[in-house]
């Protein structure tokens, strides 16, 4: 449906001139037509969004009581006819304070198709990536309070477009890096600097290396400056350099360009002066990069947007201008050093024009011929188209349709559909724009060849296109340039998804899914399962895409957990024969048989009780439910229902031993058994050894000490001992429970008889007399 034109009015110039100079080659607008946006036009945007070398203009809204219309990112498209479409709307997610103020268009992520950032004043940027059907999605939202106005280019020099955004009270200049990595796909930076009301940003290769440049005003000081900060291609950038602007001026917009045709890029400043003056000022460059300022004489108008093109295919720019209040647009045909030589005034729709990012040019209509585009507050938006009258008309480039491709096949881009509707084409340059590098092999004559490469997204599955960009030239000097997108398929295989680890019990149902599996660029038609390794089991089929089997039951031979692990591979096949697979493991729980742990003295006497303990036997996977102490010596057992048991050692001849063997046996929750034995030595105990008898001789009434250190123990120790006396006259024993007694003799001469027991760990004794006798000598004379 072609776009109904609201109104159209003519535009007539109003011609200025500052000093005598011929007149050659004037630029001229058809009269200005006006499509209605509905709600307030804030910002606008000229490219070619959908790649068929026609130029589209994209417009942000904002609220003005149109529900309909009110936050809409509009995008008119030209047709083939070289008119506007209706537009189609996406919604923009705005309110009253956060408008979308600033917009431009790039190839944000590297896919060789034009994205757009719409930056809503001090709070966010919005990026709508464009999609292969031409759609676009709004892939990510940066919150950002330097988004007062933004700029698209590649600032870092590596082939894909950054945005670059400053704030209006935000310290600081922004830089998001885009980057053609489809998940992480941007670096911020963020350069101090101080911002100006102005809010004056702008993009240009300033030294020539291929990369864009970085120019803002700024503070510095407290004074306004022109801020430079030069790319140095690999992500950085040189120290900025700083150019004071008086502080009789204040800045409303910048633009940058060759302004003087001498090769070299200018910056064109429209400020506000002393006294209400308004005033154009100029930093022009010099051969060394510097920049030098010139002062214009004043000018009616307070300039509001300010913008350089060549209108009029003439190989220079011209210099237009949109007053802040007003009905016209200024086109300045040449600067000199110190004023404007030549000034045309058209009318345009009265507004107030304060958007720096309110205009834009571009073709159209398809004719050849620039034109501007105006975003009017209360209009809408202002088409005024570039008139051919005396005026060269620049070639036709065709690079020619877009193709799809697939790896290794060798592809024909033509360019011979190019014409040149007044001359002839005299060259042909094709080159590359985006995309895996490829050799291309231009003959110079409107074709070109190359080998196309596999996509360096085929491992997400994704297309990748190559952006090829042909330029002509004709036989007046006059370039065209268009692109042809080519799409490299790949026709990559159906991706293979399962759940491909799984743990599982004994006898449990198991499903193995794999409906999950995808085919980026048709559809898969079959599913294939197989096991490829484990216990065999038998699998059925549930479904066009699942299956299922009964875990097998294992006993593991070892007391602890262990696994079997079973592996099935899915194999899936798209509609066009490919083929991936998948494997899906399931680890499957064997039954752990209980651990008999038997414990007990290892060495016991005759007679003695001894205690057979199994509690410390477990189950890694369960619980033990019995146990069950058996002998293998023919010995009694006596078990509990704890796991202990007991047995009276078996009496057996002195100095002799007996080794029996017990075996204990547990079973689990799962009637799985476990034994283990364990050995139980015997042996008689030995009582103690006591000396002979002793005969001891005292004096009367002398203390005496009964000793008994001569004992000992030959398979323990003694533990006890106890003296007491057999026969005499009847002494008091102290001591009698230790090794060593003592006691008074009596007074008369006589034998007394102690005797000794001594008892060793084991509770044997013996006991052994010794004689005392008390006799008096008689000294010699």
């Known amino acids: 449906m072609k776009l109904k034109l609201l109104s159209k009015f003519f535009v007539l110039p109003s011609i200025t001139f ?71 709307d996406y919604l923009l997610d705005g309110d009253g304070t956060t408008l979308p103020k600033s917009i431009d268009v790039g190839d944000l992520n590297g896919d060789g198709l034009l994205d757009i950032a719409v930056a809503f004043d001090g709070e966010r940027i919005d990026i709508f990536f464009q999609l292969h059907d031409g759609t676009l999605v709004l892939n990510e939202s940066i919150s950002s309070s330097r988004s007062s106005k933004i700029a698209v280019a590649d600032v870092t020099g590596d082939g894909v477009d950054d945005i670059v955004g400053i704030g209006s009270e935000e310290v600081g200049l922004a830089i998001y890096a885009m980057k053609d990595d489809p998940i992480n796909n941007r670096l911020s930076y963020i350069y101090l600097m101080e911002p100006d009301d102005s809010i004056s940003l702008a993009l240009k290769d300033m030294n020539r290396d291929g990369v864009e440049d970085v120019i803002a005003v700024v503070k510095q000081s407290e004074r306004s400056a022109l801020a430079v900060m030069l790319s140095e291609s690999n992500g950085s950038f040189a120290p900025i350099q700083y150019y004071e602007i008086d502080e009789a001026f204040s800045v409303n917009n910048i633009s940058v360009d060759d302004l003087n045709s001498d090769g070299r890029a200018d910056i064109w400043l429209s400020v506000d002066g002393e006294d209400s003056d308004t005033t154009e000022m100029v930093f022009y460059q010099k051969d060394n990069g510097i920049l030098e300022n010139t002062i214009f004489a004043s000018v009616e108008d307070a ?67 620039p034109d501007v585009v105006i975003a009017s507050p209360s209009t809408g938006l202002v088409l005024l188209k570039g008139n051919t009258q005396g005026i060269n008309l620049a070639p036709l480039a065709d690079a020619g349709d877009d193709q799809e491709t697939r790896k290794d096949q060798i592809i024909l881009l033509d360019g011979t559909h190019s ?14 724009v985006s995309g895996s590098p490829v050799t291309l092999n231009d003959t110079s004559n409107g074709f070109a060849t190359f080998l196309a490469p596999l996509s360096k997204y085929s491992y997400l599955g994704m297309d990748e296109s190559l952006v090829f960009e042909l330029e002509i030239e004709d036989n007046e000097n006059i370039v065209s340039v268009d692109k042809a997108i080519i799409t490299l398929d790949g026709n990559i295989p159906p991706t293979a998804i399962t759940n491909t680890f799984q743990v599982v019990g004994a006898d449990e149902v198991v499903t193995l899914n794999g409906s999950s599996s995808r085919d ?105 439910v019995s146990y069950n102490w058996r002998s293998l010596s023919d010995i009694d057992v006596v078990n509990y229902p704890n796991g202990t ?28 058994k476990s034994t283990s034995m364990i050995n139980v030595t015997v042996e008689r105990n030995m009582p103690p ?84 006798r008390v006799y008096e000598l008689i000294p010699s004379n």
């Open 303 to 369: 300039y509001g947007m300010l913008l350089a093109y060549d209108l009029n295919n003439d190989l220079s720019s011209e210099f237009i201008a949109v007053p802040l209040q007003g009905n016209t647009i200024s086109i300045h045909r040449k600067l000199s050093s110190d004023r404007i030589l030549e000034h045309f005034s058209y009318d345009i729709p009265e507004d107030s024009y304060n958007n720096f990012q309110g205009i834009d040019v571009g073709d159209i209509n398809s004719d050849g011929i």
């Open 419 to 432: 014409a040149d509707r007044d001359g002839s084409i005299v060259d042909y340059r094709w080159r590359q």
């Open 18 to 88: 500052l000093c005598a100079s011929a007149v050659s080659e004037e630029v001229q607008f058809q009269p200005a037509e006006i499509y209605s946006t509905g709600s307030r036009a804030e910002a606008v945007a000229v490219a070619d969004l959908n790649n068929d070398g026609r130029d589209d203009v994209v417009v942000s809204t904002s609220s003005n009581f149109d529900p309909e219309n009110d936050f809409k990112l509009k995008i008119f498209l030209q047709d083939e006819y070289g008119q506007l479409q209706e537009p189609v």
């Open 520 to 624: 980026l660029f048709g559809e898969i038609i079959s599913y294939e399962w197989k096991q490829v390794a484990g216990e065999p089991v038998e699998l059925e089929q549930e479904s066009e895409t699942t299956v299922s089997f009964s875990s097998p039951v294992l006993i593991s031979s070892y007391p602890f957990i262990s696994f079997e692990i079973l592996e099935f591979e899915l194999v899936v096949t798209d509609n066009e024969g490919l083929e991936s697979s998948v494997i899906a493991q399931v680890n499957v729980q064997k039954l752990a048989p209980p651990m008999a742990i038997p414990v007990a003295a290892q060495t016991v006497y005759s007679g003695e009780e001894v205690l057979l303990d199994g509690r410390m036997s477990s189950d890694a996977d369960g619980e033990i």
């Open 689 to 772: 050894i006591v000396p002979s008898d002793l005969m001891k001789i005292v004096q009367p009434n002398s203390p005496v000490i009964l000793d008994a250190s001569g004992a000992f123990d030959r398979d323990g120790e003694i533990v006890s001992y106890q003296w007491q006396q057999v026969s005499g006259p009847s002494v008091a024993i102290a001591n009698s429970n230790s090794i060593s007694a003592n006691f008074t003799a009596p007074s008369e001469q006589v034998t007394l008889v102690f005797a000794v027991t001594v008892t060793d760990d084991d509770g044997e004794s013996s006991t052994f007399d010794t004689s005392v």
């Open 645 to 672: 048991a007991s047995f009276i050692a078996p009496i057996i001849s002195a100095e002799s031993r007996a080794l029996l063997t017990f075996e204990l046996e547990v079973e689990d929750n799962d009637g799985l």
